[in-house]
């Protein structure tokens, strides 16, 4: 592996680190689209900021990115609350327009100027490595590295700080408010650094992607923790998981890394919401099927109570007439029977089935729930 | 003059036919709370593009609207299916799948391309539109893809107008709303789909949701709201392709949209009931007769204390009663002849004063 492939993989993990960090109270808090709304406004502050310095590479860019962000939350929050729009409205018209601004901005006073808006927007890793950081001659490695490095420490270093504020503005507002914390100050501090993880992740991934990486771990781990740390645990490795697989599988294939990985973070979440251990969707069929199961034996307790000691009760209890009397298949009625045996609820004798106490008492407890 | 232009015609033709059809059906798309639908399906509809022009070698619009349709109307599929089977909520499943769906399509793009630089892969019309390339021929097609999308909102419009506010009413009566649902959801990437030549993926979703919102502050009526939204769609679609024509350095998909925006800005506004400045003005209304009644009954309750009607009481006895500037209140009911003003300053009821006061 060369120095430069390093670098990239480097590049990827550190960012979707960050994302996935950020990403966990996007997915708790539904407000998952305001990520892709972001990662579309900044444009606009990108735009006004290099109007300012006259440069695409200063710093300011950072801070300019991460303040549109909260002027898109703003303004999202402002129309909501008149009441005139529901909040995805509100996003669906704020975003959008914003955009619109920025592209004008570029067209009529950028243009020919190397303002790319789909760098912007779409960002490529593997160019990463040639822009470096040389700061008093010495290389610091690809700048992206170094500044999604520091996103992800100030992110890391917020999250864990204000961990007990997020979580419980997240899981009970109202509570919290209640309580004395601030949900709406936490909220503007967690959009902060959406903003700024957002624009950090443009060299990386460009903005559009930087939702999966936000999004798709995090709402991976959503089905596989049951609680908040263990969630973020989560993300963080799948998103890192993705990461570096997407590189792999960028390098295969020769296509870009950036669609790679958000390709495998798809990926990843369509394993996990197959295969998830007790919400993955095999294990719901599973599950179905041994709760039909059951019900069925419970209702062939429950036949078999209704004509014991009848005069029809030796054909009813046949088990070859189960079909006519259940509706059921041959099929599902032996299963049934041969569970409801196994169970204890009844013996079957030449082609009879008999209750027993067990099977009794079960029928008697159904009936009278 | 510039509708002399056969291009600037054409454009603006175009792009108000898809005003109407995305006005008309993001209508049902931002009721159902489904408004960033559209943003997905924009996104969602890459590796549709891709692999029709992969499939077909085409660059022939038909060929990669299908294509685009096929991978937009799969990612929503894909989000219902999500949200019904897991605990991952609404905006998280659009969020995965669009993204997922842009990722897979940048892939397809760049591996047939052969170069890892998806920024110069034509991608770039895509995400803006190439409203000003567009020729009669789309614009045919968006007129007959659109007109078909219509009929079938207006030929269904009972089962939408129940998914849309009731859908277990809907379903008690014995309509299928799975189906409309699906089929809601078709014509909602239709709409979508048409747009993405004109105004790009990342501005499309606007052209869904701005329009229904902006009529929906004039009417309370689904009908009406809808046939609204289609106007306030061809006005912008229009307007913006007009202008965007007549001014150098404004692209026509952002100018689109901004007229959109504007439009709901004056809609957000000056509407007749919900608009902003209509409500502060009644709301000042409100209070001013709040305090004018509440001046009126300090001063009948002067009276009685003071057995009757016999001599006016200060502007400061009635301000120590009450909240706020008493003598704007004051002049005002006098002006309305509730109350009377001594030569030494002392207010007190009129006869039409006190009646007012009983009568409440």
């Known amino acids: ?369 | 003059m510039l509708f002399d232009d056969y291009t600037v015609r054409t454009v603006a033709l175009g792009a108000a036919a898809l005003g109407v059809v995305a006005g008309a059906l993001g209508t049902f798309a931002v009721l159902r709370r489904q408004a960033l639908v559209g943003d997905a399906v924009s996104h969602a509809a890459l590796p549709g593009i891709v692999g029709a022009y992969l499939v077909t070698g085409a660059k022939g619009s038909l060929a990669l609207l299908l294509g685009a349709a096929v991978t937009g109307f799969l990612a929503v599929l894909l989000v219902s299916a999500v949200v019904r089977s897991t605990r991952v909520k609404g905006d998280a499943a659009l969020g995965i799948w669009l993204s997922v769906f842009f990722g897979v399509g940048l892939v397809l793009l760049t591996f047939v391309q052969r170069r890892p630089d998806a920024s110069q892969a034509g991608l770039d019309r895509f995400l803006f539109g190439q409203a000003a390339t567009v020729l009669r021929r789309d614009v045919v097609t968006i007129a007959i893809a659109g007109g078909i999308a219509l009929l079938l909102l207006v030929g269904v419009w009972k089962q939408m107008k129940l998914l849309a506010f009731d859908p277990d009413f809907g379903a008690a009566l014995g309509l299928n709303m799975r189906v409309a649902d699906v089929l809601l959801t078709g014509l909602l990437v239709v709409a979508t789909v048409i747009g993405l030549q004109m105004v790009g993926a990342v501005l499309m979703s606007a052209m869904l949701v701005a329009p229904p919102a902006a009529a929906r502050q004039w009417t309370d009526r689904l009908g009406t709201t809808t046939f609204l939204a289609a106007a306030f769609g061809a006005l912008a679609g229009a307007a913006g392709a007009v202008s965007s024509a007549r001014t150098s350095g404004l692209p026509t998909g952002p100018t689109i949209v901004l007229v959109a925006a504007g439009i709901v800005a004056v809609s957000f506004l000056v509407a007749p009931r919900r608009g902003l400045l209509v409500r502060a003005l009644r709301a000042r209304a409100r209070s001013r007769r709040l305090a004018a009644s509440a001046v009126l009954d300090d001063l009948a309750e002067l009276e009685r204390l003071h057995g009757g009607a016999g001599h006016g009481h200060a502007t400061a006895t009635i301000a120590a009663m009450a909240d706020g500037d008493v003598r704007v209140a004051l002049r005002r009911l006098a002006r309305r002849g509730l109350v009377t003003r001594s030569h030494e300053g002392l207010w007190s009821l009129t006869d039409p004063g006190r009646r007012d006061v009983d009568e409440r």
């Open chain 1, 1 to 369: 592996m060369s120095a430069g492939q390093l670098e990239i993989q480097a590049i990827a993990a550190v960012t979707a680190a960050a994302c996935a960090l950020v990403g966990v109270f996007l997915v708790l808090r539904r407000t998952a689209l305001l990520s892709d709304a972001i990662g579309h406004s900044v444009l606009v502050g990108i735009v006004l900021a290099f109007f300012l310095t006259g440069t695409i590479t200063s710093p300011l860019l950072v801070v300019a990115a991460a303040a549109t962000g909260l002027v898109t939350v703003a303004l999202v929050d402002l129309i909501a609350r008149t009441r005139l729009v529901r909040e995805d409205a509100a996003i669906g018209l704020v975003f959008p327009t914003l955009f619109a601004i920025g592209v004008i901005l570029v067209s009529r006073y950028a243009d020919g100027v190397h303002l790319d808006t789909d760098v912007v927007l779409l960002g490529e890793l593997a160019f990463a490595p040639f822009d470096r950081l040389v700061v008093g001659g010495f290389d610091l490695g690809p700048t992206s590295l170094v500044v999604m490095s520091v996103v992800l420490v100030v992110d890391a270093l917020v999250v864990l700080g204000l961990w007990k504020e997020l979580a419980i503005t997240t899981f009970d507002p109202a509570l919290a408010l209640s309580l004395g914390f601030a949900p709406a100050l936490v909220n503007y501090v967690l959009m902060a650094l959406v903003s700024a993880t957002t624009v950090g992740a443009f060299n990386a991934v460009g903005s559009i992607l930087v939702v999966a990486l936000m999004i798709a771990p995090a709402a991976s781990a959503y089905l596989l923790a049951d609680t908040l740390a263990r969630m973020a645990a989560l993300a963080v490795a799948i998103g890192v998981g993705c990461a570096l697989g997407g590189y792999w599988l960028s390098y295969a294939l020769d296509a870009s890394v950036a669609g790679s990985i958000a390709a495998a973070c798809g990926g990843a979440f369509a394993l996990v919401w197959v295969a998830a251990p007790r919400r993955g969707l095999l294990t719901a069929l599973r599950r179905r099927a041994r709760q039909r199961l059951e019900f069925a034996q419970t209702m062939l307790a429950i036949h078999l109570a209704n004509h014991e000691a009848r005069p029809e009760a030796a054909v009813e209890s046949r088990v070859a007439h189960l079909h006519e009397h259940l509706g059921w298949s041959d099929d599902f009625a032996g299963r049934v029977v041969r569970g409801a045996q196994r169970r204890g609820l009844v013996v079957v004798s030449d082609g009879t089935l008999a209750l027993t106490d067990v099977g009794r008492s079960i029928a008697g407890e159904a009936v009278s729930r």
